[in-house]
């Protein structure tokens, strides 16, 4: 035992927790194995803090970048229907990402700390921004599959212990169904279109395959943070079940279209596991590490986006006003 909470040293030193106020640390391990949410006036322990403060703001990053491959596609929308649909989706992600900086600032940083450790590099987002949106195939796949991932990963984060985290991911994750319609319509459409409509969707398929193993995470047994996360219920989920329930719900949907997965090893085992080939990584550490096709390219388009907007963002702030703290 260590202090007075079930942990023992060895586990206290693994969550960075020895420093803690072992009746504090207690009372808050306690409440969350009730099941209760964590509100930001609420005592934390400091590593807590630290994960979430990461964990959120890599993920309101993550919606403002992806707004970006998909963004390039409204002025080539293929109709007037699509294009107004992509808008719509797009202007969601923005959103997304607004209500994900308001939960992240009640933990006590700025969002224009977060911005500026975006652009300089300190903070990630998802990888699979960091690809490039080829055709219109892409824009259906990444609808359909990224939002999929997305909606897996989000659906079960939002059950978690961090209040504001929570409520912000349920209203994303009823946008994000839309989403997933507008995608699955999307796809459905090039998939039963013309040969060539097929072909460019197919090709989407095979260059979105191994980004999207890659979004939830490294396999568990090389996963830093899930520890800490999954005992403080931040995380419900480990990366690799996220995974396989992602690989559950949609290869079977794209199997059905008669289209494929570029990979002859993806198949479910006895035991309900999906088995796949090794999907490469020292990629994945690439990407997240800033070495992917299209990460500079994103980062001066926000960089850009922040440099262009400054005169709005003053033109807002009233120098008079104090702001408070956001309650998300
Ligand atoms: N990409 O210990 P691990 C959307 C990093 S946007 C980049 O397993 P954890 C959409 C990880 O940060 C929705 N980095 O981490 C928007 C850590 O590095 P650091 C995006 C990744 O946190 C627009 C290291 O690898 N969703 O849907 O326990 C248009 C070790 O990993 C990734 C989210 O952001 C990655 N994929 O678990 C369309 C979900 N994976 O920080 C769609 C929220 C891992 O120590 N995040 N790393 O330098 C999570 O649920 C968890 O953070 C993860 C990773 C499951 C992703």
Redesign the pocket.
Known sequence: MYGNTSLTEEEAKRLNTTEEDPVKLAEFEDRITRGEKIEPGDWMPKEYRK?LL???E??A???????L??GTWITRAPNFRRKLALIA??QD?IG?GQLLYSAAETLGKTREQMLEDLLNGK???????NYPALTWADVAV??FL??G???V??V??SKGSYGPYCRALERICYE?SF?LKQGHDNVVYLATGTKKQRAILQDAINRWYRPLL?????P?R?????E??MKWKV?LAS?DD?RNQFLDQYVPKIWELDLTFPDPNLKKNDEGIWEFSDPDWDE??R??NGGGPCNKERLEVRRYAEEAGRWVRNALMNKNEKYVTPLA
Not at 222 to 226: C, D, F, G, I, R
């Open positions: 994960q990461r964990m959120i890599q993920h990053h993550s919606e403002i970048v992806g707004a491959p998909e989706k797009v992600e997304h903070s990630k987002y998802s990888n699979v921004f990444i609808g990224v939002d991932a997305a909606i990963n989000q079960i984060n994000e989403h890659h979004f939830f995470g490294p568990d090389n996963s830093q943070h899930s800490k996360l995380k990366n996220m994945f550490k990407v997240i």
